[in-house]
């Protein structure tokens, strides 16, 4: 099994541009997170779905950040627009099941908005 | 406000010597996950243990769960300088009326063995 895919693994872009993140996620899993990751803050969970469904965005930090899951082999995450204070890596999981099982992560994205 | 506190935030050991990493968490959980982050990687799963579980083994991982003190250790016997990296452990939200199945992480435990 190739694992969780994430797109781009860099991405260093000017304030105020769109920033699109990628995941596919483990073939089978029903269940994707997202995850920022800073010094200051830890791991943050961003949002949550279940076969497709969001189930819980609380963590989404602002309008700003916007998640999508089309079918169960692809999300995305937006940031439009992006500010420096979005820098960060962010990571993508999948799961199987609705209990809170084993989560299995992609190598991540590193974001830098300059 | 962190469900899981890392302790402590960093440790040095020598090559063979034994590492141990504590957890405390505030509300009651159905499992705790132990995890591994290797510097500019994504985490990987090392144990879950069951809220009825006591005491788990997975090769030289050894993890307890003390629910009455809402705290869990990891004990990684016999180290490695391989075994460098961050370690998180993970509660889930059911305590905080959240959904179903996300994880709160703690800040991690950054494990140095030393050649």
């Known amino acids: 099994d190739a694992g969780v895919i994430q797109s781009p693994r860099h991405e260093v872009t000017e304030m105020g541009q769109e920033v699109t993140l990628r995941c596919k996620p483990i073939?089978?899993?029903?269940?994707l997170f997202w995850y920022r990751q800073t010094m200051m803050r830890g791991l943050e969970l961003l949002i949550y779905?279940?076969?497709?469904?969001?189930?819980?965005d609380s963590g989404m930090p602002e309008d700003r950040f916007s998640a999508k899951m089309p079918n169960a082999s692809f999300s995305t995450l937006k940031i439009q627009p992006s500010e420096p204070r979005d820098s960060a890596v962010y990571f993508c999981a999948s799961s199987l099941g609705l209990d809170a099982n084993e989560q299995f992560f992609g190598p991540g994205t590193r974001l830098t908005v300059l | 406000s962190q469900q899981g506190e890392e302790d402590p935030q960093a440790l040095s050991i020598q090559e063979g010597e034994n590492a141990t990493m504590n957890c405390s968490y505030k509300t009651s959980i159905n499992n705790l996950q132990w995890y591994r982050q290797n510097s500019g990687r994504g985490l990987v799963h090392l144990i879950l243990i069951r809220s009825n579980e006591r005491e788990k083994h997975s090769g030289r991982l050894r993890v307890t769960l003390d629910t009455s003190k809402k705290s869990s250790s990891l004990l990684i016997t016999a180290s490695r300088a391989a075994d460098t990296a961050s370690y998180f452990c993970?509660?889930?939200?059911?305590?905080?009326?959240?959904?179903?199945?996300?994880?709160?992480f703690g800040k991690g435990t950054k494990l140095s063995v030393k050649p």
């Open positions: 993970a509660t889930d939200r059911r305590g905080y009326g959240g959904s179903q199945g996300n994880l709160i």
């Open positions: 073939s089978g899993h029903n269940s």
């Open positions: 779905f279940n076969n497709n469904v969001p189930i819980d």
